[in-house]
């Protein structure tokens, strides 16, 4: 049985940088209001006409690509992770699949928000240690911006959440040094409305309506509070349970890549697990939250700023809407 290594990881970020400055010109806030609730100091939108979900994760393709050593031809399939597709049908996979020279291989879209890369990273993970796949482009891509209520009341949530793009080449390797080690995914669904945008919706009498609009069901709601609790109680639970299922401890861990939903969060895991600031990846000051990219644009990052050498054990962990949570350990 073959293990899965990631052979490379590249990002996009769009050029637009929202400010927290550029946000109380929308709505009534501060700088030191988001700072001190998020962590947050700016964020990138998309620029309409030029940046797609299509686009911007066909960038960081590439660029995993190229630091994988990895032809678009070598890719065998493509797992796709985002909950803003340029379509409400077909899913980004099959976008990404033809703007670069692939062959005609499956697309796999996964939609489960925040923790929707590493349950891709999953996925991806089965169909490379049974043999089927050698090589697995895993991308989470999303534009949150445009389904922000940029007004007072939707305040909580608009300072939060961006756009963005990250990619990883996964390869099949035997290898006893390196790979992915476990996976742990999980799911409690009677909190699907604490974070959800209900628009469109296919069990209405019809998917756009003029009250759907003036409602406001096309923008993301969140209950900030429910979030924050859940997600410190969850993150701690299925780090421990990586960790536990390795027979790892926090000691061994050399970088933690956390989701960037709340610098706050991740500064409350670090505490809990005693990791030093070298061992904890946050991007979320320049980031903003990009859901399902967020990993992948950080551990991209982290990568180019030295911060992961061949060896080194990494833990990535999410949480967010669904309830959905999951992490994954894998030596580098």
């Known amino acids: 049985m073959y293990k ?38 700016e964020r990138r939108w998309y620029t309409p006409g030029k940046d797609t979900v299509t686009s911007m994760s066909k960038a960081a393709s590439e660029m995993a690509m190229k630091r994988a050593g990895v032809t678009p031809e070598e890719i065998d399939f493509i797992v796709f992770a985002t909950i803003t597709s340029d379509y409400f049908l077909p899913g980004n996979g099959v976008l990404l699949q033809r703007e670069l020279p692939f062959r005609e291989i499956g697309a796999l879209d996964i939609r489960n928000a925040c923790s929707g890369f590493i349950y891709a990273l999953s996925v991806a993970d089965q169909f490379i240690k049974t043999g089927m796949y050698k ?20 305040r909580s949530s608009s300072v939060i959440f961006a756009d963005g793009a990250g990619a990883v080449v996964l390869g099949a390797s035997d290898s006893e040094q390196s790979g992915i080690l476990s996976t742990h995914l999980h799911s409690q669904g009677q909190y699907a409305e604490e974070l959800y945008c209900i628009a469109p919706s296919s ?78 990846f946050n991007n979320i000051m320049t980031r903003g939250n990009t859901t399902a990219a967020t990993i992948p644009i950080a551990m991209s990052e982290a990568w180019e700023q030295g911060k992961i050498k061949d060896g080194d054990l990494l833990c990535l962990a999410a949480f967010g809407s669904g309830f959905a949570w999951a992490s994954a350990v894998l030596r580098w």
């Open 4 to 41: 899965s290594k990631i052979l490379g990881a590249g990002h996009y970020v769009p050029e637009k940088i929202v400010t927290n400055e550029d946000l109380t010109a929308m709505m009534n806030t501060t700088n030191e209001w988001i700072v001190e609730r998020t962590g947050i100091q």
């Open 203 to 280: 069990s209405g009498k019809v998917r756009v309506s003029q009250e759907m609009i003036d409602r406001g069901d096309f923008f993301l709601k969140m209950n900030g509070n429910a979030v924050f609790k859940h997600a410190v109680v969850r993150f701690m639970e299925v780090i421990q349970e990586a960790l536990d299922h390795n027979g790892l401890s926090s000691e061994d861990i050399d970088l933690l890549i956390p989701h960037q939903a709340n610098l706050r969060i991740s500064q409350y895991v670090q505490k809990k697990m005693g990791l030093a600031d070298e061992k904890v």
């Open 135 to 154: 090589k697995i482009l895993v991308v989470g891509a999303e534009i949150q911006s445009s389904a922000l209520d940029k007004s007072d009341e939707g």
